[in-house]
């Protein structure tokens, strides 16, 4: 059995981690997969790049067609459209394997009638709501879940996402395997008009658990310079301060709060690419370690933790918060999304109301002050090794793959 696993790129967005990580849970397993890539960052030996140099100069131009659309009549910046004409589908025909395994194929790389014309079973792990929307990687209303008929938005916004949706749906007309990595995304998937008679199984985005693993904290603070004698609070995101949906103003909020009981307490920040100024944070200290290359540098961040808080408003299952746990670190969130996958209240971490900074700041202080640590970090290493780890997750996606090649 051989699997081509798409995504846009092998170093770009939390798609792209999670498609390596499933492509090693399967050659663990003995299953021969591979990742395929439209722009190859990294020199990784079973990860192959489609196409030409052509084809990555059509596709950025296709990017930036769709950026400025997007940002000048939609609501949303981060649209997708992928109905450009493309030769995508014959390449991926061509290549040697049994199933063709989708993760996140957006940005000029796969258009709407390409994933219809790939002649082999296919399989579609969602990474966000595109697939079963219209153009939004995630959205807050409900119009998905019955076709848009009530699209309130501007005319050009609407009739492109009514023209995409109808797309979808005329070309998607024969199901295919879908996983959902959490149960909030199945549970999307399963009320939406798209999707809602196509097989859906969930299956969470794994994790090394011989490689994330606990550590000793005071030796992470010295490798990397952090104080020895704080409580040191995380947050870490790709999108960094500035996109709206992690959250990072209810933190900020909920920081000011925390200060007053817990003077001690300081800031660490991983993920901007550009210097962190935020003279709204108040008097917290922010120790800013930018953007992280290596992954034994972001497994010292997470070991010199004493809690990980993500205040995300709407996400999946966000790499951070399992990587987060698998190294004992209890995970603050917020109660929306797919994150009560990860973090089990009181037992994994602390699951805070959406949008309630109070509740926010109440869980970060019941971790650092009330909780039991050691029981906590044990809670932490079970739930990954349980449910997260190569063995377990490998099994999930054999059967599925068999699912597809033998219906």
């Known amino acids: 059995m051989k699997i081509s696993h798409i995504n846009f790129s092998d170093n770009i967005g939390g798609a792209s981690k999670a498609a390596k990580r499933i492509c090693e849970a399967l050659n663990f397993k003995g299953i021969d997969a591979q990742l395929v890539v439209l722009k190859k960052i990294l020199d990784h030996q079973n990860t192959f790049q489609i196409g030409s140099k052509p084809n990555l100069i059509y596709s950025s131009v296709i990017r930036k067609m769709e950026s400025i659309v997007a940002k000048n009549f939609f609501q949303s910046p981060d649209s997708s459209f992928s109905i ?7 390449l991926i025909n061509k290549m040697h394997s049994d199933i063709v395994h989708f993760h996140w194929v957006n940005a000029g790389f796969l258009s709407i009638s390409d994933i219809a014309n790939i002649n082999k079973p296919k399989v579609w792990t969602l990474h966000d709501m595109w697939p079963f929307c219209s153009t939004e990687h995630y959205s807050e209303s409900n119009v998905w879940k019955n076709g848009y008929p009530n699209n309130d938005s501007g005319f050009i916004e609407k009739q492109l996402t ?3 949706w109808n797309q979808k ?3 998607w007309n024969q199901p295919f395997e879908i996983v959902a990595p959490s149960n909030w995304m199945a549970d999307c998937a399963q009320n939406s008009l798209l ?10 985005n794994p994790i090394d658990i011989t490689k994330w693993s606990p550590g000793n904290q005071s030796s992470a603070r010295q490798l990397l310079g952090l104080p020895l004698n704080k409580s040191l609070i995380l947050f870490g995101s790709a999108g960094g301060i ?3 949906r992690k959250g990072y103003k209810y933190l900020k909020k909920a920081l000011g709060n925390i200060k007053k009981n817990i003077p001690d307490c300081e800031l660490v920040v991983f993920g901007n690419a550009e210097p962190l100024f935020d003279p709204g944070r108040g008097n917290i200290k922010v120790h800013d370690m930018g953007v992280i290359e290596g992954d034994e540098k972001l497994r010292s961040i997470y070991r010199s933790g004493d809690v990980f808080v993500l205040p995300s408003l709407q996400d999946n299952l966000p790499n951070t918060c399992v990587e987060s746990i698998a190294c004992g670190t209890p995970v603050c969130a917020f109660d929306s999304g797919g994150v009560k996958d990860i973090v089990l209240d009181k037992k994994t971490g602390y699951l805070a109301q959406k949008k309630n900074f109070i509740d ?4 970060i202080n019941w971790i650092l002050n009330k909780a039991n640590k050691i029981e906590m970090q044990k809670n932490c290493r079970k739930h990954v090794i349980d449910h997260f780890s190569y063995s377990v997750i490998s099994n999930q996606y054999k059967d599925v793959y068999e699912r597809a090649l033998y219906k």
């Open 84 to 90: 450009h004409p493309s030769n995508a589908a014959s």
């Open 162 to 164: 009514q023209f995409v």
């Open 169 to 171: 749906k005329k070309l």
């Open 195 to 204: 999707f809602c008679s196509w097989p859906i199984t969930v299956i969470k």
């Open 242 to 244: 500035r996109d709206p």
């Open 360 to 363: 926010l700041a109440n869980g």
